[in-house]
C-alpha cells in the first residue's frame, strides 16, 4: 500500500511540473530571424500591428500581414514589384518552441510547401 502512495505522489509531483503551454500568440510582434539555408538568405524581419518588414540581401520588403488564428497568417507585398510577389503567401505554424516556430509557406494557390524556421531575437 505504501508503495502504491508514493507512486501516486511522485507522478502527481511530475504533473504540477509540467512546463506552461507555449503561447503562439508572442509570435505576433518582435523582432525574428530566418537563419540563412535551406532555400532562405538570413532575413532580419520586424513585426508592429499589421506590417511586417523583412530585411535580407540588399532589400528591404514591406508586407501586410494578417492573422487567421494563432498558427495561421497571409503575407501580402504592399508594393510588388513582379507578378509572383502580387500573390498572398499563406503560412502554417506547424511547431512551436520557446523562442521559435517551424513554419510551412505557399504562394498563391501553388502545390509548392516550402519549409522553414523563425526565431524571435528580441521583443
Not at 530585411?55 to 501580402?76: A, Q
Not at 503567401?89 to 516550402?114: D, L, P, R, W
Request: aromatic residues 8%.
Amino acid at each position: 500500500m505504501k508503495k502504491i502512495v508514493l507512486i501516486i505522489a511522485v507522478f502527481t509531483l511530475i504533473l504540477s511540473c509540467k512546463n506552461e503551454p507555449l503561447d503562439p500568440d508572442r509570435f505576433k510582434t518582435g523582432t525574428f530571424e530566418i537563419p540563412g539555408g535551406k532555400g532562405y538568405e538570413k532575413t532580419v524581419i520586424i513585426r508592429q500591428d499589421s506590417i511586417q518588414i523583412e530585411k535580407y540581401e540588399d532589400r528591404i520588403d514591406t508586407l501586410l500581414i494578417t492573422w487567421k488564428n494563432n498558427f495561421n497568417y497571409t503575407l501580402k507585398m504592399i508594393n510588388p514589384e513582379t507578378a509572383i510577389d502580387e500573390d498572398p503567401i499563406h503560412i502554417k505554424i506547424t511547431n512551436i518552441e520557446k523562442n521559435s516556430y517551424e513554419f510551412e509557406a505557399v504562394i498563391g494557390h501553388s502545390n509548392f510547401i516550402q519549409k522553414g524556421e523563425i526565431i524571435k531575437i528580441l521583443d
